[in-house]
């Protein structure tokens, strides 16, 4: 595993490396002792290639404006020490600041707009790299690497002027943006009071099969985009009762069947009650409608929340404000909660020890834990900045007396890590399986999350054909819109424990993208 080196010419180190040793928890005490960090997290992505987090903030490490120059403060976390490295970034002359995220097939970290509006930077895991402008500038628009491996992306009227952010295509191999004039961000307004300023923003976008995409909110009405030629948009349905929940979540917790969970959010992104709506999509071919369920209710009403998909397709839940006011710890939801896709209803987890509110964002670990952090960045001195994190470690861990360790299963090794589209995966353990435990596998891919979204996130079931004890074969789909490429962590779970994640790729269909 290579470390981050990056050349000095082009970053400046300002703090090198802290390490943080972690006490034990247990079921009823399941959060790490705080991390310090030398920003707050606003932005937080795994850098496939490293098995690091990438962190990044604005130029500045705790707060936001106009920034000139395009710098962007960010840290390298190493969740396998704790070790965590300082930079400054100024030569992409980007500052990152509310910008679009997706991962591409080669474990690219693809950043587009935000404060310094039309700007694409691209971190390969060793440096940050200056890419094409936009099209059209934009912040809290969303992005999502769709079926061929390009990244689509609409909305954002945050930044670069007010309006008309229609949809654009960025190919990573061309370094190319192309516009598609038929995938208007029109249709996805929501009704929010602060205006076009906010109604474009932050949308619930879901790559699918065949260069589709799925925009499932925050408006009530669901569209369609499709990226061929030009572009164009099929009505989806609307999310059945629910209000507009811009700032809510949305996670594709079981692909293989299509399923979506959608949570909360607000009719407006600020000053506005949250909602603790809850309702499942499940979604068929592109174009057709969306099929809603409406489902429980969470515990807590929640806008600037993060949902993060565990291994075992259940769904955490953590932060946001049952009445958002951005820049503020005001109205809190302080107590998390899982949902369970089994039984469709939410249990209440142990307390944060802080706040996490508006740019705050979680991540799920390759060790099956989560990372969940930041809060603030105001544009003024203010209460609410949290440059500190806290590791969340997940019941599963411990057995029934919620104090024992469970006994992890480890993947041995993995045959072929890097497969297309349509291959089988073969998989062996270190240990014999027994008759009576039960093992699965999953798939979640490794993601993003700022500002609520996190389009890269998605999980898929993987059912084992056992060669013998140790050694199994899983099938995949042959449905890169359900098999989105790039980089993705396989767990093996053995009586619902999940192991250490081992790295796989998924190259996309086409051997030329
Ligand atoms: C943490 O791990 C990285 C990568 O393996 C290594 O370069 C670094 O020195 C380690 N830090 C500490 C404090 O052990
Ligand atoms: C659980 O962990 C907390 C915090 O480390 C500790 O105070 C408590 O004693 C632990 N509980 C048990 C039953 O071990
Ligand atoms: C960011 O924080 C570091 C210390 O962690 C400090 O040296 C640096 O000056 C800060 N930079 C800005 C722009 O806030
Ligand atoms: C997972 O990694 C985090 C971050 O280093 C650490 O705090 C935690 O103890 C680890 N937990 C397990 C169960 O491996
Ligand atoms: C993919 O979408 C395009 C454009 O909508 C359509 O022409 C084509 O038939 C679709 N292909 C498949 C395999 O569905
Ligand atoms: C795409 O739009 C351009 C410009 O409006 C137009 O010339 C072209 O014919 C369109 N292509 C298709 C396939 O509709
Ligand atoms: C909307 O609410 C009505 C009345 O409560 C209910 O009958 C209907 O099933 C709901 N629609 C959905 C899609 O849940
Ligand atoms: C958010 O709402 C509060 C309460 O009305 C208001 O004081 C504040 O200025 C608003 N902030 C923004 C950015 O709209
Ligand atoms: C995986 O194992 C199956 C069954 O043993 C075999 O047919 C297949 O060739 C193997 N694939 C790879 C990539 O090793
Ligand atoms: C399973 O099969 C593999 C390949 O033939 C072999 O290396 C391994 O020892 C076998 N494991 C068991 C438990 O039989
Ligand atoms: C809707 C709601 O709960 N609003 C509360 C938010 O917090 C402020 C300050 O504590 C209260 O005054 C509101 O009632």
């Known amino acids: 595993m290579r470390h981050f080196r990056p050349p000095l010419a082009a970053l400046v180190l300002i703090t090198g490396a802290v390490s943080y040793e972690h006490q034990p928890t247990n079921a009823t005490h399941p959060w790490s002792e705080r991390i310090d960090l030398p920003l707050i997290p606003?932005?937080?992505?795994?850098?496939?290639?490293?098995?690091?987090?990438?962190?990044?903030?604005?130029?500045?490490?705790?707060?936001?404006?106009?920034?000139?120059?395009?710098?962007?403060?960010?840290?390298?976390?190493?969740?396998?020490?704790?070790?965590?490295?300082?930079?400054?970034?100024?030569?992409?002359?980007?500052?990152?600041?509310?910008?679009?995220?997706?991962?591409?097939?080669?474990?690219?970290?693809?950043?587009?707009?935000?404060?310094?509006?039309?700007?694409?930077?691209?971190?390969?895991?060793?440096?940050?790299?200056?890419?094409?402008?936009?099209?059209?500038?934009?912040?809290?628009?969303?992005?999502?690497?769709?079926?061929?491996?390009?990244?689509?992306?609409?909305?954002?009227?945050?930044?670069?002027?007010?309006?008309?952010?229609?949809?654009?295509?960025?190919?990573?191999?061309?370094?190319?943006?192309?516009?598609?004039?038929?995938?208007?961000?029109?249709?996805?307004?929501?009704?929010?009071?602060?205006?076009?300023?906010?109604?474009?923003?932050?949308?619930?976008?879901?790559?699918?099969?065949?260069g589709s995409v799925l925009q499932a909110g925050p408006s009530t009405k669901m569209h369609w985009f499709d990226t061929h030629e030009n572009g164009s948009i099929t009505h989806a349905g609307t999310r059945g009762n629910d209000t507009d929940g811009m700032a809510g979540m949305a996670v594709m917790y079981d692909a293989g069947k299509g399923k979506i969970l959608t949570l909360g959010g607000a009719p407006s992104y600020n000053d506005s009650k949250a909602t603790s709506n809850a309702h499942i999509l499940t979604v068929h071919k592109p174009g057709e409608p969306v099929l809603v369920e409406e489902i429980n209710n969470m515990h807590s009403a929640r806008s600037f929340a993060n949902a993060v998909i565990l291994p075992d397709g259940k769904v955490f839940v953590v932060g946001g404000q049952s009445y958002p006011i951005v820049f503020t710890d005001a109205n809190s939801s302080m107590v998390p909660e899982l949902w369970d896709p089994k039984t469709k209803e939410f249990t209440e987890l142990p307390k944060l020890p802080t706040p996490r509110n508006y740019h705050s964002s979680a991540l799920l670990l390759p060790n099956a834990t989560v990372f969940v952090g930041g809060g603030g960045l105001c544009p003024y001195a203010c209460e609410a900045n949290h440059l500190d994190a806290h590791i969340y470690t997940p019941p599963y861990f411990f057995e029934s007396d919620g104090v024992t360790p469970a006994k992890r299963p480890i993947i041995n090794h993995v045959v072929n890590p890097t497969l297309k589209i349509g291959q089988t995966l073969n998989v062996s353990l270190s240990q014999p399986v027994e008759s009576t435990q039960k093992l699965t596998f999953?798939?979640?891919?490794?993601?993003?999350?700022t500002h609520t979204v996190n389009t890269d996130q998605r999980r898929v079931n993987v059912s084992p054909q056992a060669a013998n004890a140790t050694l199994f074969t899983l099938g995949l789909t042959r449905d890169a819109g359900v098999l989105l490429p790039g980089y993705w962590h396989l767990f093996a779970m053995l009586n619902g424990v999940p192991s250490e994640a081992e790295t796989i790729l998924v190259e996309p269909p086409m051997a030329s993208q």
């Not at 999953?442 to 999350?449: I, K, N, Q, T």
Request: net charge negative; aromatic share 10%; proline share 4%.
């Open 42 to 210: 606003v932005a937080v992505s795994m850098v496939p290639t490293t098995g690091e987090v990438a962190i990044w903030a604005a130029f500045k490490n705790d707060s936001f404006g106009v920034d000139a120059a395009g710098v962007t403060q960010t840290a390298i976390y190493n969740p396998k020490n704790g070790t965590i490295a300082h930079y400054s970034i100024s030569h992409t002359e980007h500052d990152m600041f509310c910008p679009g995220i997706s991962l591409d097939f080669k474990g690219r970290i693809i950043v587009s707009g935000g404060d310094t509006e039309e700007k694409t930077s691209i971190f390969d895991g060793k440096e940050w790299k200056a890419a094409s402008d936009m099209k059209i500038p934009r912040g809290y628009q969303s992005s999502t690497t769709i079926t061929d491996g390009r990244i689509f992306t609409v909305g954002g009227s945050f930044s670069g002027g007010i309006g008309n952010k229609d949809g654009e295509i960025y190919d990573p191999e061309a370094d190319e943006w192309t516009l598609l004039p038929g995938c208007s961000a029109e249709p996805m307004l929501t009704n929010d009071a602060g205006g076009i300023y906010r109604s474009d923003n932050h949308g619930w976008l879901f790559a699918w099969s065949n």
């Open 442 to 449: 999953s798939m979640v891919r490794m993601s993003s999350s």
